[in-house]
């Protein structure tokens, strides 16, 4: 039982039943039949990836009570219930409860115990259709531009902070998003980036005795299209040349 202040009744245990909702009824029933159409509808059967149906699998175990699929007996030692508890997926991409529990657990890690008290500001890059087919084949491609949008998005901060040191550095922490809000395939960026720079404060011998961190000015529409034209110019480098066709 967990813990309630006092004056509450403690609270029991209730198990969620991914069973009964509308997803996993979908799943259940469907899959088989939508792996078996995509398999008929491209020429080499692999026009659904491992991983996809890897993630609409486990999702079907995840919290059902099935003795071949395992769980584990928790007891409380204060008044002597127990009860079982289905395992978990913990799956990225299907999973309603895990995608939650994984979300909230990674915004308390960062906000405890990663990013200073600053402020931070959320990028989003979306790339263009003609480059999503080489970065979903090229995994090198997505870190390059991963790396290309840091790079332009800190070199706005140095100047905007007006940071007169050479090796003054941003704080980002980045997400690679592999699907869109339709489940269609689509590799987008999410970056939560402190909003200024930090710069070292050097001794009379060149030893780093602190870091002083430089806030930025709010961003104005002529600086998002400044860093728009910066980011596309480093993008169009990473983009392949497709061969001519044969005539």
């Known amino acids: 039982m967990a813990a309630n202040p006092q ?8 198990r969620r039943r991914p069973e009964r909702t509308v997803l996993y009824r979908l799943d259940q029933e469907h899959l088989e039949t939508y792996l078996a159409l995509a398999r008929e509808g491209d020429w080499d059967g692999q026009r659904v990836p491992a991983s996809v149906e890897r993630e609409f699998r486990r999702f079907l175990r995840c919290g059902i009570l099935i003795l071949a699929w395992g769980f584990c007996r928790a007891r409380c030692p204060a008044c002597g219930q ?11 991409g299907l999973c309603p409860s895990c995608n939650a529990r994984r979300t909230a657990e990674t915004a308390a890690h960062l906000v405890d115990h990663v990013f200073p008290p600053v402020p931070v500001r959320q990028w989003v890059l979306s790339m263009p259709k003609r480059l999503r087919w080489y970065l979903e084949r090229e ?4 870190s390059a531009v ?6 332009v998005i800190e070199g706005y901060l140095c100047q905007a902070s007006g940071a007169t040191s050479a090796p003054a550095r941003l704080g ?3 997400f690679i998003h592999r699907f869109g809000a ?3 395939r689509h590799i987008h ?23 002083h961190f430089r ?11 400044h860093l728009r034209a910066g980011t596309c110019a480093g993008v169009a480098m990473v983009r392949p040349q497709r061969p001519d066709r044969q005539r």
């Open 82 to 92: 127990d009860f079982l508890v289905a395992f978990s997926c913990k799956a990225r």
């Open 189 to 211: 960026y999410h970056c939560c980036i402190i909003d200024g720079v930090f710069e070292r404060v050097d001794n009379a011998v060149g030893v780093c005795e602190a870091v």
């Open 172 to 174: 980002a922490v980045s």
């Open 146 to 151: 991963l790396h290309i949008v840091l790079r």
């Open 215 to 225: 806030p930025a000015p709010a961003l104005a529409p002529g600086h998002r299209r």
């Open 182 to 184: 339709s489940l269609n």
């Open 7 to 14: 004056g509450c009744r403690p609270a029991v245990y209730a």
């Open 139 to 142: 995994p090198k491609a997505v």
